[in-house]
């Protein structure tokens, strides 16, 4: 049965029990005042009143207060009924857990939400068992320090598990916040009431994440924060702000104008800014302040003000953000002088510095050159030479396109320039053209000057040479020219006899005379011929030419000189040799210096010596090598890397430019001129010229 039914039940008992009981005692103490009145009545045999019978007063007095006595008590049981059944009533009705509990945890009795959660067993739940396996002894010590003497009433926070959520998993526990009291009056028995706060925990615990969250971005922020109040009072700084000005946030949040991190001397100026911050006056897209740390250090910084509006919409502030600018600022300084620097360095150039948009490709080519391109960037000497348009870097450009090379030069000016374009990404990301021209007209008249003295400078070598080989030469013609005077004579003798003895002149002697005459003419003629082409001309003229023909003219020339030094040249030169593309004549002034040198080199040689130098031309890969060896003391090894400077001779009376101009010759000529000391001793010069292209001996032909 109920609580509630006992209690009505028992009420109903009382309430029977003091109506009857009140009837017996009033029937009971009538009966006993009749008695004693006539007994009394009997003895004195006439009636008195009660006053005069004590006894019977009492007696009826006893009755009246029992009466009393009972009518209290039956309504003090029923309020005290009255009152158990109400708190039974919202026993039963409590939505919260509410039960019995002994001194050990065990249920004694529950209410229907306890039955409803738990739902235990009578008899055999204990409270403990039902707890959490982590927080079964603190619902274990909670409920023994309850039972202790001196205590009557603690409370608890652990995990339950819902009878409806058993054997779901872990996320199924229910955290419960537990009030137990002991009861006064039985020291064994516990009241305890649960309230379940799993929804407050989570959103404690929510909120909590969500404050550590926020917490950590603001911590994470590099951006400063701080709010004032309307009257200016710090209200509130991040740990960027903190870090910033090198002071922590108990020192700050409170302060009031002025601020400690004000620069010196500096109040007024940071009062009027806060002043309009506070008015709302300050610009939206920011201001720059400055700020002093503890250690004195001034930072720039920019601040950004935005009004505090609270939840009810109200304006109780305003929020600032403050980002350290002092690091952009020093860069922005650096680059700007940087940036003056280059471009001082590009206005002070002699060359002439141009960037311009490159042309839409759907440009039509008819398009002026004033209309294709943006001139993005031009430097002083590009203004001075074209002005401050595009035209004069289109025209360059285009005449480099035209000529195929990277000087061109300007027939309007009449300027020579070397250019150097190339693509680059401007400073918005397009893609546009710079170009360097750098005027190099006195370089190139230089260049000119440098190459009409040069061949100045070949042909008096060539005189030189002749000049040296002058004795020889007149020597060689000498030869012929005696053999020619000698048969003229001597035919002419041979006639005046024939025709003194009345004899006419034999035509075969007279013809075989001739002929010799004819060839030492014809000898004489050779060495003159070769001389003269040596000489005579300056200016290269490069030709489809024979290898062969070349080493035979050199050496016709030095065979002379050969002779008289009692010097042999051998000759070896390979068989189905390709043409050459060069200037034969200078070709030939090589070998005549280079076959010259190594005859001369042998000239203090000993008689039983082999005075020979040998001359061979051969095919190496695609070039014609030259190579001239003899037989003479070689060259020194500390000497070797000096052979080819200008003015460096090894001879008393050289001049120390001949090998010089060799070398410039046959760089002229694409080749490679060296000097090697050959195992066998002597020395060793080689030079090699490239062969004829295919192109050239089709043109040739």
């Not at 249920?107 to 008899?123: S, T, V, Y």
């Not at 960037?377 to 590009?382: E, K, L």
Request: with cysteine.
């Amino acid at each position: 049965m109920p609580r509630s039914a006992e209690s009505a039940a028992t009420l109903r008992a009382i309430r029977w029990f003091t109506i009857t009981h009140g009837i017996t005692m009033g029937g009971f103490v009538i009966l006993m005042a009749i008695f004693l009145g006539a007994v009394h009545g009997t003895q004195s045999g006439k009636a008195d009143t009660l006053l005069e019978h004590p006894l019977q007063v009492a007696v009826v007095g006893l009755t009246v207060a029992m009466l009393m006595i009972l009518l209290l008590l039956g309504r003090h049981a029923r309020r005290r009924l009255s009152a158990e059944l109400e708190r039974d009533r919202l026993f039963t009705l409590s939505p919260d857990p509410l039960c019995v509990l002994g001194r050990d945890g065990a249920l004694i009795r529950g209410n229907p939400a306890f039955e409803q959660f738990f739902a235990p067993e009578r008899g055999a739940a204990n409270i403990i068992e039902r707890a959490h396996p982590d927080d079964q002894q603190q619902v274990a010590q909670a409920i023994a320090s309850v039972a202790r003497p001196g205590q009557v009433a603690t409370s608890f926070e652990a995990r339950f598990m819902p009878a409806t959520d058993r054997g779901s998993g872990g996320d199924a526990w229910r955290w419960l916040e537990w009030s137990v009291r002991r009861d006064p009056q039985s020291q064994t028995m516990l009241y305890a009431i649960a309230r379940d706060t799993t929804s407050r925990r989570r959103a404690e615990a929510a909120l909590a994440a969500e404050t550590a969250f926020r917490q950590a971005m603001e911590d994470s922020l590099l951006t400063g924060m701080r709010a004032f109040d309307l009257t200016g009072r710090i209200t509130y700084v991040n740990r960027a702000f903190c870090d910033m000005v090198g002071q922590t946030q108990s020192e700050l949040v409170g302060a009031v104008p002025p601020f400690s991190y004000w620069p010196a001397g500096d109040d007024a100026l940071q009062m009027a800014q806060l002043d309009r911050l506070l008015k709302g006056a300050t610009p939206r897209n920011g201001f720059e302040v400055k700020l002093q740390r503890r250690n004195g250090s001034v930072i720039d910084a920019k601040m950004y003000v935005s009004p505090l509006i609270d939840r009810d919409g109200r304006h109780t502030g305003w929020m600032t953000s403050v980002t350290d600018i002092t690091e952009p600022l020093r860069i922005r300084a650096a680059l700007a002088a940087a940036h003056e620097r280059f471009t001082t360095v590009l206005e002070e150039l002699d060359a002439a510095v141009s960037v311009v948009a490159q042309p839409q490709p759907d440009a039509s080519p008819e398009v002026s050159l004033n209309d294709v391109g943006e001139l993005l960037f031009a430097n002083r000497m590009y203004r001075q030479l074209f002005g401050i348009t595009p035209t004069g870097h289109q025209v360059l450009l285009r005449s480099v396109k035209d000529s195929g090379g990277a000087e061109t030069f300007h027939t309007a000016m009449g300027r020579w320039f070397e250019l150097r374009a190339r693509d680059i990404r401007w400073v918005d990301g397009r893609l546009v053209q710079m170009l360097v021209a750098t005027d190099i007209t006195a370089r190139r008249e230089a260049d000119e000057q440098l190459h009409r003295q040069e061949l100045k400078l070949q042909h008096n070598s060539r005189l030189v040479t002749m000049g040296e080989m002058a004795s020889s030469l007149a020597h060689e013609l000498n030869q012929p020219l005696t053999a020619i005077s000698n048969y003229c004579m001597g035919l002419s003798a041979r006639i005046r006899g024939m025709t003194a003895k009345g004899h006419s002149a034999d035509p075969e002697l007279l013809l075989d005379a001739l002929r010799k005459t004819s060839a030492q003419a014809e000898r004489a003629g050779e060495v003159i011929r070769r001389i003269r082409n040596f000489v005579k001309r300056s200016e290269p003229e490069r030709r489809i030419c024979s290898a062969k023909d070349i080493a035979a003219e050199a050496v016709g020339l030095v065979q002379i000189e050969a002779a008289r030094q009692r010097v042999r040249i051998q000759t070896e030169i390979g068989r189905e040799l390709p043409p050459l593309h060069a200037d034969p004549i200078l070709l030939q002034q090589v070998l005549i210096n280079l076959l010259k040198n190594s005859i001369e080199a042998m000239r203090d040689l000993a008689p039983g010596n082999q005075r020979v130098v040998t001359l061979r031309v051969s095919e190496v890969g695609t070039a014609i090598e030259f190579s001239v060896s003899d037989r003479g003391p070689g060259i020194r090894e500390d000497l070797q890397g000096r052979l080819f400077e200008p003015f460096f001779t090894t001879k008393t009376e050289g001049m120390g430019i001949g090998l010089n101009i060799c070398r410039s010759i046959v760089e002229s000529h694409q080749g490679q001129l060296w000097a090697e000391r050959p195992d066998e001793g002597g020395s060793r010069f080689r030079f090699t010229v490239p062969v004829a292209e295919p192109v050239r001996l089709t043109q040739a032909a």
